[in-house]
């Protein structure tokens, strides 16, 4: 009986009211056989400890060795533009304007975050993280988002007009361009950068501006950072296009500041905790349930 009661009101929703004209006995004794079943061990009521989004950010940076770690409890159908929030908070503390640089990789993620709003910054220079992709979807344009991140800025944007992997042959060919030099000579004077952090190689295949076949050196990535692919560990992956990119490189996002990774989604969980490991990122922004999906996944390992 206690066992019948306790599924009746548990799995079933049904009141006690119910359940007592269901089965011919009074309220009072099914709410005494309710709690006997909490007191014998039949049912078991647990209250997750939810951490308030500050402690949850302080925690999870101390987890990945970040400068910090902002995890925004917003409604899953609005997050990637809750995003924006506090990535303006923090670069409008950097006071970046003429003299400045700052970078903007690309994605969907990086797409909605400057559609939301960022901060002004008169006269920063604004330079995309790679050369363009062979993609035609819009966030895949890095030109297009060095652009739109000038225009809602008030900076000035860097275009770079040549391939982000070209021909072997053909690198130095795009890179003895005087516009190209110009643009990404700005990536050794980087003050602050913003990029997508990209789900483990496969995932999202064909859509992820990579090559068109799959790349067997790439079966261990657990994700990206502006093409760079590294392994749940860290370990950035010697792929035939790493040292072959027209992309920032690992040293000068290593040597920038301010490097805001932003992600969100359980697929991402060691997207983002490779991405920390390898030191491409100082700073994480995501939601809570990403966060808490992260700290879960580093308690089992």
Same mark, same amino acid.
């Given at each position: 009986?206690?066992?019948?009661?306790?599924?009746?009101?548990?799995?079933?929703?049904?009141?006690?009211?119910?359940?007592?004209?269901?089965?011919?006995?009074?309220?009072?004794?099914?709410?005494?056989?309710?709690?006997?079943?909490?007191?014998?061990?039949?049912?078991?009521?647990?209250?997750?400890?939810?951490?308030?989004?500050?402690?949850?950010?302080?925690? %999870? &940076?101390?987890?990945?060795?970040?400068?910090?770690?902002? &995890?925004?409890? &917003?409604?899953?159908?609005?997050?990637?533009?809750? %995003?924006?929030?506090?990535?303006?908070?923090?670069?409008?503390?950097?006071?970046?304007?003429?003299?400045?640089?700052?970078?903007?990789?690309?994605?969907?993620?990086?797409?909605?975050?400057?559609?939301?709003?960022?901060?002004?910054?008169? /006269?920063?220079?604004?330079?995309?993280?790679?050369?363009?992709?062979?993609?035609? &979807?819009?966030?895949?344009?890095?030109?297009? =988002?060095?652009?739109?991140?000038?225009?809602?800025? /008030?900076?000035?944007?860097? =275009?770079?007009?040549?391939? @982000?992997?070209?021909?072997?042959?053909?690198?130095? =060919?795009?890179?003895?361009?005087?516009?190209?030099?110009?643009?990404?000579?700005?990536?050794?004077? %980087?003050?602050?950068?913003?990029?997508?952090?990209?789900?483990?190689?496969?995932?999202?295949?064909?859509?992820?501006?990579?090559?068109?076949?799959?790349?067997?050196?790439?079966?261990?990535?657990?994700?990206?950072?502006?093409?760079? @692919? =590294?392994?749940?560990?860290?370990?950035?992956?010697?792929?035939?296009?790493?040292?072959?990119?027209?992309?920032?490189?690992?040293?000068?996002?290593?040597?920038?500041?301010?490097?805001?990774?932003?992600?969100?989604?359980?697929?991402?969980?060691?997207?983002?905790?490779?991405?920390?490991?390898?030191?491409?990122?100082?700073?994480?922004?995501?939601?809570?349930?990403?966060?808490?999906?992260?700290?879960?996944?580093?308690?089992?390992?």
């Amino acid at each position: 009986m206690l066992h019948t009661v306790a599924k009746l009101h548990y799995e079933s929703d049904m009141s006690q009211v119910q359940i007592a004209k269901q089965l011919g006995l009074s309220t009072a004794t099914i709410s005494r056989l309710l709690q006997r079943a909490r007191a014998e061990g039949i049912v078991r009521i647990e209250v997750r400890d939810i951490f308030a989004p500050d402690a949850l950010g302080a925690q %999870l &940076a101390a987890r990945l060795g970040l400068k910090q770690v902002i &995890a925004v409890d &917003a409604p899953a159908t609005g997050i990637l533009t809750a %995003l924006a929030a506090p990535l303006s908070r923090i670069l409008a503390e950097l006071n970046l304007g003429k003299g400045s640089v700052l970078m903007v990789g690309w994605g969907r993620t990086v797409s909605a975050i400057i559609d939301a709003g960022l901060p002004l910054m008169p /006269g920063v220079a604004v330079v995309p993280s790679t050369g363009g992709m062979q993609q035609h &979807a819009q966030h895949f344009q890095s030109n297009e =988002f060095s652009r739109r991140a000038a225009e809602v800025t /008030g900076g000035t944007p860097y =275009f770079i007009h040549a391939p @982000y992997l070209p021909a072997p042959e053909a690198l130095d =060919f795009f890179l003895a361009e005087s516009s190209v030099q110009d643009s990404v000579a700005l990536w050794d004077r %980087l003050d602050a950068a913003v990029v997508g952090i990209g789900m483990p190689y496969g995932l999202e295949r064909p859509y992820q501006g990579g090559a068109s076949h799959p790349d067997p050196d790439l079966s261990a990535a657990a994700g990206d950072v502006v093409r760079h @692919y =590294f392994d749940r560990e860290g370990q950035v992956i010697n792929w035939r296009g790493e040292g072959q990119m027209i992309a920032v490189s690992c040293a000068q996002l290593r040597a920038t500041p301010l490097v805001v990774g932003v992600a969100v989604g359980e697929e991402k969980v060691t997207s983002i905790i490779g991405a920390a490991r390898a030191r491409l990122i100082t700073t994480l922004i995501t939601d809570t349930r990403t966060a808490e999906a992260v700290l879960d996944m580093l308690a089992k390992t």
